[in-house]
């Protein structure tokens, strides 16, 4: 295995809620932020790398500095990721590219979103606004169902391939107290009577929106030595982008997480196969179908059969998105996509409580922005 | 789906001069993209460089409003309120026989859709506006002889 190419030392996370009520994203910002740093054991003041997410609620513009004037930090790197739920796996290798490049020397890595009533509609122009919304296709959602249309089309796959996915994250939610799933699961049986938003794609499949923040602290691995918790180490990443609008796909049955997950299994000297931990980003069913077969943990279109050869829990054979993932946690807007990487660092800790894997030496975390668009692959590797 | 999509209240699109042709042509009927001089492909949407070879050499040409249906989708859920009315109704993703794929409305045909039908444009008001949707192509009445 290759040499650690950083280290996430400290992590902070918000309880998932519904709705906010007149609380600012920087304010939850600030409180994540301080969880991750005091879970590092460092000075706010060691902080001198600060990556955030773009748009923050209230500010459109200046997000970085913004943001480091509310914290009291004066960064010697500062920059926004935007690369949609592939931020926060986008974020942990900037800031570990930012220390080898001598840029500083701890980096705070942060995304946050408050979830009020009354949310404006999108401003946007561009491409997607003028040429897919006017025919009726708003939102992620027909995105998503046109990708697992294809995949049913291409191979076979079935409703009920599909469903597996949902219950397997609300069953590994029941062991997640914060999840906004807790004490809700839901079989497949369940997934399945749920009401149709676009043909294939079923309610439960969905992600439920909810306010939250994630953080992370990401540090050298020399120093990370001499911090409080056992440092998680970055071994191998890769990225890809592809497209915006689901008509510019390249393909709709892979996506590209595939080369993304090749060019972080090549650094890390890893295989698929080798993963302790999947820590998959799942806005829907079909990103996590996809992903497993972008892998190679099966063939193309075999993700099906693979489901049903393996148990997805903590104490199976392929843990898969222990703490629920977003389907079973919910989806604090580009926040959800750390939920992974956070996840990910606790299992390898030993500090996943009554959901603890077994053996915890690697996790596999993706990151997967717009319509299977933006790409992000990291492996993790315990102390 | 019985409403009149014309009287719907759905977002139109957000035209710029660079695209103002496209918008022109699908108000009368037609659907028009671009053709790249230099690489020979074409494309769509609008840009002012070819995306494959970025050329600026892109000249207008009306595509023969043909394409296979590479998935669809029928919404039941609208993501914009406009288009409440109108639930469910089928979009998909147009592959044309020019190349390039576009998103489109798809209108109800004799058979039940499938991805890689083969479509035909069909111009349709909605929203106060003609848009290029398309709508299958009907086996009978192609090989149907006089």
Redesign the interface.
């Given at each position: 295995m290759s040499r650690s190419k950083g280290a996430i030392v400290g992590i902070g996370e918000l309880k998932p809620q519904r709705l906010t009520s007149g609380v600012t994203t920087l304010e939850m910002i600030a409180d994540v932020s301080r969880l991750a740093v005091l879970d590092a054991g460092l000075d706010p003041a060691a902080i001198d790398g600060l990556l955030v997410g773009p748009q923050v609620g209230e500010t459109p513009q200046h997000v970085p500095a913004t943001i480091a004037e509310y914290l009291g930090l004066a960064p010697t790197m500062a920059n926004v990721v935007d690369l949609g739920g592939a931020s926060g796996a986008g974020m942990v290798w900037r800031a570990a590219a930012a220390i080898e490049a001598g840029m500083c020397e701890a980096v705070l890595c942060v995304l946050a979103n408050n979830r009020e009533e009354t949310a404006p509609r999108s401003p946007n122009?561009n491409?997607i606004?003028?040429?897919?919304?006017?025919?009726?296709?708003?939102?992620a959602?027909?995105s998503y169902?046109?990708?697992m249309?294809?995949h049913m089309?291409?191979y076979g796959s079935t409703a009920r391939d599909f469903a597996r996915i949902a219950a397997a994250a609300r069953a590994n939610a029941q062991l997640n107290p914060d999840a906004i799933f807790f004490g809700k699961p839901a079989d497949v049986e369940t997934v399945l009577a749920s009401?149709?938003?676009?043909?294939?794609?079923r309610l439960l499949e969905i992600v439920m929106p909810v306010a939250g923040g994630e953080a992370v602290v990401v540090t050298s691995a020399e120093r990370a030595r001499s911090l409080r918790k056992p440092p998680v180490h970055l071994l191998g990443a890769g990225e890809k982008v592809t497209h915006r609008?689901?008509?510019?796909a390249p393909s709709?049955t892979s996506g590209p997480l595939k080369s993304a997950m090749a060019q972080a299994f090549a650094q890390s000297g890893t295989r698929a196969d080798e993963m302790d931990l999947l820590s998959l980003y799942d806005c829907y069913t079909i990103m996590v179908a996809t992903t497993i077969e972008d892998a190679g943990l099966c063939a193309p279109g075999q993700f099906g059969a693979w489901l049903g050869d393996h148990d997805l829990s903590h104490k199976g054979d392929r843990p898969l998105n222990t703490h629920g993932g977003q389907l079973g946690f919910g989806q604090p807007d580009l926040a959800g996509g750390m939920t992974h990487v956070v996840e990910a660092v606790r299992q390898l800790r030993g500090e996943a409580g009554e959901r603890q894997i077994g053996k915890a030496g690697l996790a596999l975390v993706t990151g997967n922005g717009a319509t299977m668009s933006e790409a992000t692959a990291l492996v993790l590797g315990a102390a | 789906m019985s409403v009149d999509l014309n009287t719907l209240k759905?977002?139109?699109?957000?035209?710029?001069a660079l695209?103002r042709p496209f918008w022109d042509a699908a108000a009368e009927g037609r659907l028009t993209i671009q053709h790249c001089e230099d690489c020979g492909k074409d494309v769509f949407?609008p840009r002012p460089i070819c995306p494959h070879c970025w050329s600026r050499r892109l000249l207008w040409k009306d595509a023969s409003g043909r394409g296979r249906l590479?998935?669809?989708?029928?919404?039941?859920?609208?993501?914009?309120p406009g288009?409440l009315p109108?639930a469910?109704?089928v979009?998909?993703?147009i592959e044309l026989a020019e190349g390039p794929?576009?998103?489109?409305?798809i209108l109800p045909g004799t058979q039940p859709l499938?991805?890689?039908d083969m479509l035909q444009l069909a111009p349709t008001a909605?929203?106060g506006r003609v848009?290029p949707?398309f709508k299958p192509v009907e086996p009978d009445a192609e090989e149907k002889p006089k």
């Open positions: 122009r491409p606004r003028e040429f897919d919304v006017p025919f009726g296709a708003s939102g959602n027909i169902a046109l990708l249309k294809a089309a291409e009401p149709m938003i676009a043909s294939p794609l609008a689901v008509s510019h709709l | 759905t977002p139109g699109p957000t035209i710029t695209t949407y590479k998935s669809f989708s029928k919404v039941h859920k609208p993501g914009h288009w109108a469910p109704y979009v998909g993703l794929t576009m998103l489109s409305f499938q991805v890689g909605i929203g848009l949707a």
